[in-house]
Every structure is written in C-alpha cells, then in structure tokens.
C-alpha cells in the first residue's frame, strides 16, 4: 500500500487509535460487515481503485452533489437526510421545448425535498440524454403553494376509477418513418394542442398527478389550465418565488440504498431464477440468491401491456458498489445511458437485444424504487 493510498484513507476514514495496517483499514470501512466472505475481497478491491484514482476525494465530492450521475454516488458522497420521508406529491408531467419532449417525474416530500428525474435543458443534467436524479428543497410555502396550482388545474378522484390507461407518447427517439406510422395508426399520443378555450380535457392515467389527501387528477376545465400545469411542474424554478425555496438550485440526489434486480427477456416470461443466477459471478450470486420476484412495470405495447416479473434485493450502498465492481471485473457489459444496466445471455431468454439484465435503482424517501428507463 502506497503513502498516497494512505493519506487518501486519512481522508475516507475517521481517525482511530491503533496500527494503520490493512485488517484494521477494512474494519473501519465497513467491510467486516459483510455478508460473504468473497464480497470482502470484491468490495476492498473496489475501495483500493477508488482511492488509487482518486485522490482528490474533495472535488469529486463538490461534484456529486451539484451535478446529477447515472448509477452509484461516488465514494464520500453525503446521502439525502433524512433517509426517509413523507411523500405528499407525485407527477409526471410531459414537456416540449427547442424541438425536444419527454416527461418529468417528480416527488415532492413534506419535509420539503423535490426529487426529479428528466426535464427541459435542466442544469446540473447526469448526461445530454438524462438528468439523473436530482433534488431541490422547498419551504413549507413553497409545498403548498405547488400543491394549490395543481389542486385549482381540475378535479381529483379515486385512481381505481379512472379510465384506462392513456396511450403511450409518440416516439422521438426512432426514425422519422417509424413516428410517422405510429401517429397514423394511432398507437401513440402526441403533445396536447392549443384547443378551444371552453373544451374540457381528460388527463391520460400515463400521466398521473397526485397529491395525498386530493387523489388523483382526472380532469380539469380547461385545456389550456392542463398544458400551463404541465410546463409550470417541468421546471417549477422557473415560478416559484425566492420565498419557495430553501435550495433552488440542484444537486444529485443520492439514495441510502439501493435495489438490484435482475431477470430475462422478455420481461413478462419468468425465467427460473437459478438459471440466471448460475451465470452471475460467485460474489454477486452469494448476494442476489435470495431476491425475492415482484411484479414489475407493465410492458408491451398499446392494447397488449403485461406486468412484467423481477428479481430486487435491498442492498447498501457499499454492496451495490462491490456487485458492479465485480460485473465489471467479470466482463459484463454494460447497457444504457440512464441507469447503471449489465445486459448478459441467458438460457431461456430471447438474444440481442434482449438476453438477461442486472440493474441497480436508487431508493426514493417513501421507501419505492422506480423505473428510470421506463416513459
């Protein structure tokens, strides 16, 4: 171990009394905790080449929190507090702006705390394809007065009692035949035009707004209230007075701990667990055997969705960390811009691109994990 590898631990690890040897550097991490014996070597490992290539920890600290990421925070990067939260308001509003569209995906805490995910040319944005998860803080006003334009915009009701799930939007991402076709088939939905000022508009279910203790929104009065609605809740800095606002500007949101899922393709076929797991690295699968199967987004496509079938652990953030340094070390592949994804052969599954999947999803505040790559 080098002096520089030394100093840098300084900088990781609070002081202790005692010899700085190597048993006692891996007790002070955290490694000790584990639960294998071969995650250990796979986790010290990680620690050894974040900290040989890393030695200015500070800056890459200062640059976790103002700037989104894909995947796993950085070494020393301080997790939102606190860990948990009360979750008063959920959207996901589309936006079009300077020839681009997509939909923002927000969450909205009683403590305060906006976590979103997408938006128009956000600053502080993970990548030029996704933000990543970023948060911003609201005063008790600031919550409040969010919650009162969306409650005046229309009517709330039980969500059980809406109408079927809306058509998906139209592609922007495919050729412009493919767009084309899809619009004239009518298997998509493009951005609500400019109507008549008296024509009611019906929210789609794909593009839910709730608030606790309204419901659902499921109508308003005016189209016009619904397309303001939507590019006011895209990017609510843009209106909220200073007064609304304990921290304006974003800065990544970083989860206390993670899911990691797994499972083939495509989603909707069960692929038998220990099919997938036997193709895993040993450290990975002394991890994931036990992962229980939930039932995951829906997939398909307009008139034939199905649920989809998962296999998620919990894990911490330092063993996430180990299971993808181990994918890495094993040659997995990696997949995608927006979120850490390894995409591996499996028995059972169908090829290119499907095959079988690993993906990590941060924990929000309310205890849930979403879909970043889904909408």
Not at 29 to 44: D, K, M, N
Not at 187 to 198: I, K, R, V, Y
Not at 232 to 240: A, H, K, V
């Amino acid at each position: 171990m080098t002096d520089l590898d030394r100093t840098s631990l300084e900088r990781l690890l609070p002081a202790t009394p005692g010899p700085a040897d190597w048993d006692d550097v891996l007790s002070r991490s955290g490694a000790h905790q584990r639960r294998r014996r071969r995650l250990v070597a796979v986790a010290a490992i990680a620690l050894v080449v974040a900290v040989g290539t890393g030695s200015a920890i500070g800056s890459v600290r200062d640059f976790v929190l103002r700037t989104g990421f894909i995947g796993l925070p950085p070494i020393g990067a301080t997790p939102s507090s606190p860990a948990s939260g009360e979750l008063e308001i959920w959207y996901w509003a589309p936006w079009a702006a300077n020839g681009k569209g997509g939909r923002t995906r927000a969450w909205v805490y009683a403590d305060g705390r906006l976590i979103s995910w997408g938006g128009p040319d956000r600053p502080g944005s993970a990548n030029p394809l996704s933000t990543g998860f970023l948060e911003q803080r609201l005063t008790p006003e600031g919550v409040e007065r969010l919650r009162s334009e969306i409650a005046a915009a229309g009517d709330f009701g039980d969500p059980d009692e809406l109408a079927p799930p809306g058509k998906p939007p139209c592609p922007l991402g495919q050729s412009p035949s493919d767009r084309e076709k899809a619009i004239a088939n009518g298997d998509c939905q493009l951005p609500t035009p400019e109507p008549a000022p008296d024509a009611p508009v019906t929210v789609p279910f794909s593009t839910p707004i709730v608030v606790a203790g309204l419901g659902t929104l499921v109508h308003v009065d005016h189209a016009r209230d619904l397309n303001r609605l939507y590019a006011r809740l895209s990017d609510p800095g843009s209106w909220l007075s200073a007064s609304a606002w304990v921290e304006r500007d974003s800065r990544a949101y970083v989860a206390s701990k993670y899911a990691v899922c797994y499972s083939g393709w495509p989603p909707d076929q069960q692929v038998e667990q220990s099919r997938l797991l036997a193709l895993l690295p040993p450290a990975v699968r002394d991890l994931l055997g036990d992962a229980p199967l939930r039932q995951g987004p829906l997939f398909g496509e307009p008139g034939n969705f199905r649920p989809s079938y998962e296999y998620c652990a919990d894990m911490t953030t330092d063993e996430a960390r180990a299971i993808a340094a181990a994918l890495d070390d094993a040659g997995f592949q990696r997949a995608g811009d927006a979120r850490l994804h390894y995409r591996f052969e499996a028995p059972g599954s169908k090829p290119e691109p499907g095959g079988a999947h690993v993906w990590f999803e941060p924990y929000l505040p309310h205890g849930e994990i979403t879909c970043s790559v889904c909408g």
